[in-house]
């Protein structure tokens, strides 16, 4: 059986235009029971007492401690308010569903917090990979444990503001097999229990590149003209532009990928340590690899002989015709790559910057730092020249005045004053 089943369904915003007449009476109580317009609507059922084991109807959720959440936690009362009051009116599809896990992993999903982790970080995989836009989103969620052997996670959620297309609004409610697939082995690997191996991998993967090559030593590379890691790393800088971002994934990198691959593969089989720790992060990424197939054959969205499966068929996962419909791991690879490249990128940067004195791309830490320095010393300057100007200016105006005074003087009493003399 499956680890996690996914389930989805849509009310879109107005009935078919060739609904009959019961059809569109059933279509109204449908689309009332799920943007709670009704008086017994799809939020007092997620919030029901016997499935949630802590509230009873939508009042009692007012008065008591939080059952709602989605994926960045708890949602809380004036929260749950602004969203009733937007599916009121809404002329967005409403989607809604459940995600059942097996009874062996429920210890993961037997709070709020631990189910709104788990959505915080697969939800997005399957919006980011439909024609919806995450940021666009509202998501209402609820654990339920009135079935023993598997907790179940109901879903809701619709757009806050709702596309529209040729003056009407989108009907688009099916999401595309990939999404569907992706959502799958995603919710599949996140209950790994040795998910976080990966990071730990990948983690220790950057420390030794660093460690190996680090970027105070980058001066070697302008001299060592037999060794081929120096070679490549001059050559790399030789060709970075003048400006611009110099991200592996900027746009104006994209000709030199290839190039900056080549000096990480150098890089990597230069140095023991890093070769190993580079084999320790691909055995993991192959581990993980394995599940996701797994979790496409064993899933009912899963694809044999370019045909759905139910969970009941028994397959090899090599017989999966479907996995380039699945980007998950790929999305791990390109992410190692484009961090292992940035760092050839600020290693080659930091070569030229000791060869010509000359340095572009994003300032560093201590950069930043000596920029502040310098400006808050200007500003200390120009403030002691402003104050020892306007010092001299008063003095000046003081000795005039003096001078006025002792010229008044001697107009009226004809007498000629000398000051400081007796």
Not at 36 to 63: E, G, I, R, S
Not at 71 to 87: N, T
Not at 159 to 180: D, M, V
């Amino acid at each position: 059986m499956p680890a996690v089943i996914f389930n989805i369904a849509f009310t879109t915003p107005t009935p078919r235009k060739n609904a009959t007449v019961r059809q569109r009476v059933e279509h109204a109580a449908q689309r009332a029971y799920y943007n709670w317009t009704a008086p017994y609507n799809y939020v007092a059922y997620m919030q029901d007492k016997k499935k949630t084991q802590v509230h009873n109807t939508y009042a009692d959720y007012m008065q008591k401690s939080d059952v709602l959440f989605n994926q960045y936690g708890a949602i809380d009362k004036d929260k749950l308010e602004e969203i009733k009051d937007a599916l009121g009116k809404t002329e967005s599809i409403i989607w809604h569903g459940f995600i059942s896990f097996e009874e062996a992993y429920k210890s993961q999903f037997d709070t709020t917090e631990k189910c709104a982790e788990f959505l915080h970080d697969t939800f997005n995989v399957l919006i980011d990979h439909s024609h919806l836009h995450r940021d666009n989103i509202e998501l209402v969620a609820a654990l339920h444990k009135d079935t023993e052997h598997h907790y179940h996670i109901h879903f809701t959620f619709f757009e806050r503001k709702a596309k529209h297309k040729n003056n009407t609004y989108t009907r688009i409610g099916k999401f595309p097999p990939w999404a569907i697939d992706n959502f799958v082995v995603s919710s599949n690997l996140y209950l790994d229990e040795r998910r976080q191996q990966l990071h730990i991998e990948r983690d220790r993967l950057i420390d030794r590149i660093r460690s190996a090559y680090p970027t105070a030593r980058a001066a070697k590379y302008c001299r060592e003209d037999n060794n081929a890691v120096a070679k490549a790393v001059t050559a790399l800088a030789d060709n970075l532009p003048e400006s611009g971002r110099l991200g592996y994934n900027s746009p104006n990198m994209f000709e030199l990928r290839p190039q900056i691959d080549s000096v990480v593969n150098l890089m990597i089989a230069g140095n023991a340590q890093l070769l190993s720790a580079y084999g320790d992060w691909q055995a993991e990424v192959a581990r993980r690899e394995q599940l996701a197939k797994k979790a496409m054959t064993e899933s009912r969205f899963a694809y044999v002989d370019d045909k759905r499966i139910t969970p009941d068929t028994s397959v090899n996962a090599t017989t999966v015709t479907k996995w380039h419909n699945v980007s998950v791991i790929d999305d791990i690879k390109r992410d190692m790559r484009a961090r292992l490249g940035n760092y050839a990128i600020k290693l080659a940067l930091a070569s030229r910057r000791a060869r010509t004195g000359i340095y572009t791309g994003k300032p560093t830490r201590e950069g930043k730092i000596n920029a502040r320095k310098a400006r808050n010393q200007i500003s200390r300057g120009i403030r002691d020249i402003c104050k020892a100007m306007t010092g001299c200016l008063t003095n000046s105006r003081t000795d005039f005045t003096t001078e006025l005074h002792r010229a008044e003087y001697e107009v009226q009493t004809g007498r000629q004053v000398s000051y400081g003399k007796k």
